[in-house]
């Protein structure tokens, strides 16, 4: 069993920057990919960003360039640098955490980028 507590989101002007967090504990020693998904109002999930327990990072096309996914293994725990925001990436944010078993999903924090 896993648990995923996520933190930050919140509202933003557009060109602006927030930073999301998400902490892992459980059954946590073993190979995982940890990152951040999104949906928005009628659309499907997406990937927003995602990072391997060893060291591998993935990104979402919309948001190369402009997001960050770093990583903290000793504390089971990634952060995602949003910059120059866009009206576009408001969506609810949901961190993942997946193993060969299958995913772990985050309660879900609202991103709303509007001015």
């Known amino acids: 069993q896993v648990q995923l507590v996520e933190s930050g989101g919140g509202s933003v002007q557009p060109g602006g920057s927030l930073r999301l967090s998400c902490t892992a504990s459980g059954n946590t020693l073993m190979f995982n990919v940890m990152g951040w998904y999104r949906q928005a109002p009628g659309k499907q999930r997406e990937l927003v960003a995602a990072?391997?327990?060893?060291?591998?990072?993935s990104y979402g096309d919309s948001v190369k360039g402009r997001f960050i996914i770093s990583r903290d293994n000793a504390k089971n725990t990634v952060h995602l640098q949003m910059n120059s925001l866009k009206t576009e990436d408001t969506a609810v944010y949901y961190c993942?955490?997946?193993?060969?078993?299958?995913?772990?999903w985050g309660q879900g924090t609202q991103v709303t980028v509007s001015s």
């Open positions: 990072s391997s327990s060893q060291g591998k990072m």
């Open positions: 993942n955490f997946r193993t060969g078993w299958g995913d772990t």
